[in-house]
């Protein structure tokens, strides 16, 4: 099994910056394609980006440029780093790690862009 935690999340006024952190255990070392996703209150997760073990990234549309994702394979962690933050990125952010066919996910943190 997998246990993925995120932490980084809080209160930020917009155009500044947060940087999440998911941290894995278990047999974290093993995941393959890890995200960030997003949800806020009555609507569907939605993708923000993801990489795989190899450092190929790929972004949700309305975060390019302003987020970057990485990954330490040998702290089995990643990051989401985000910049230029606005009112619409508030929202829970989850980490998600992929295992074969399985998913893993995180508890969430609450991300809120607030003036």
């Known amino acids: 099994q997998v246990q993925l935690v995120e932490s980084g999340g809080g209160l930020v006024q917009p155009g500044g910056s947060l940087r999440l952190s998911c941290a894995a255990s278990?047999?974290?070392?093993?995941?393959?394609?890890m995200g960030w996703y997003r949800q806020v209150p009555g609507k569907e997760r939605e993708l923000v980006a993801r990489?795989?073990?190899?450092?190929?990234?790929d972004y949700a549309d309305f975060v390019k440029g302003r987020f970057t994702i990485s990954r330490d394979i040998n702290k089995r962690t990643v990051y989401l780093q985000m910049n230029s933050l606005k009112l619409e990125d508030t929202a829970v952010y989850y980490c998600?790690?992929?295992?074969?066919?399985?998913?893993?996910w995180g508890p969430g943190t609450q991300v809120t862009v607030s003036s």
């Open positions: 278990g047999r974290g070392n093993a995941l393959n394609i």
């Open positions: 998600r790690g992929a295992l074969g066919t399985a998913a893993f």
């Open positions: 990489i795989t073990p190899g450092g190929m990234t």
